[in-house]
């Protein structure tokens, strides 16, 4: 089984892909991090969203380790900004796109088959997926969502700045030339403004029998 998750910031798709993976054995690649440690990769390098080129982004893309996606320094707000941004250059995409299907076609032996969340994926990384999951929420949901979340991990941030980034990122990333952000035409839709996290993933379950 291959299932696709798409949707907005802090609306609960990576949540629910890691969710749905344990219960139905498949093995989860969360790709918004390939895009966040292309980004840190660059910060890293001195490199700045005023700096930036697509040259930088494409060699440091295609030089990603896929195992090595949980450093704390990818949920930085900063990181985020940044992943937006490279998110937008065709050649960054083009380079992670072979490797996002490989991984989706080749799970391990012992996994019944591969997740993927991300802003893409049933558009464009994996249109023939078995299922098709488009997940989203309220603006200000999702503001109170991502700050609640940066808080807890030590950060300072400003709730009115949240939103506004957010509502920023939704509008580069449903607004680029490629592959931009929307759901599939067969995708099912879940509105998470009002869901608990069991609710969720119930809702998503009842559709992957």
């Keep these: ?17 890691k969710k749905l993976a344990e219960a139905l054995n498949l093995v989860h690649l ?7 440690c292309t980004a840190v990769a660059l910060m890293d390098r001195g490199i700045t969203t005023d700096t930036i080129t697509p ?7 295609k030089n ?16 985020g900004e940044m992943a937006s ?34 802003r893409d994926i049933g558009t464009v990384v994996l249109p023939d997926a078995d299922v098709k999951f488009y997940v989203d929420a309220d603006l200000s949901i999702r503001a109170d969502r991502r700050y609640k979340e ?7 941030v400003i709730l009115p700045d949240i939103q506004a980034s957010l509502e920023a990122r939704d509008y580069r990333d449903m607004t680029r030339q490629d592959a931009p952000l929307k759901p599939a035409p067969d995708a099912i839709i879940i509105d998470t403004s009002k869901m608990d996290v069991d609710l969720m993933v119930k809702t998503a379950l009842s559709h992957c029998a």
């Design 1 to 17: 089984m291959i299932i696709a998750v798409d949707g907005t910031a802090a609306s609960g798709k990576g949540t629910l892909a």
């Design 30 to 36: 969360d790709t918004g991090a390939l895009y966040r």
């Design 55 to 61: 040259q930088d982004a494409e060699n440091a893309a």
């Design 64 to 79: 990603l380790d896929f195992t090595a996606l949980d450093h704390p320094k990818l949920r930085s707000p900063e990181a």
């Design 85 to 118: 941004l490279v998110a937008a250059i065709p050649e960054v995409r083009r380079a992670l796109l072979d490797g996002q299907r490989r991984f989706a076609q080749s799970p391990p032996e012992d996994f019944e088959g591969a997740i993927l969340d991300g």
């Design 150 to 156: 940066l808080i807890n991990a030590g950060h300072t």
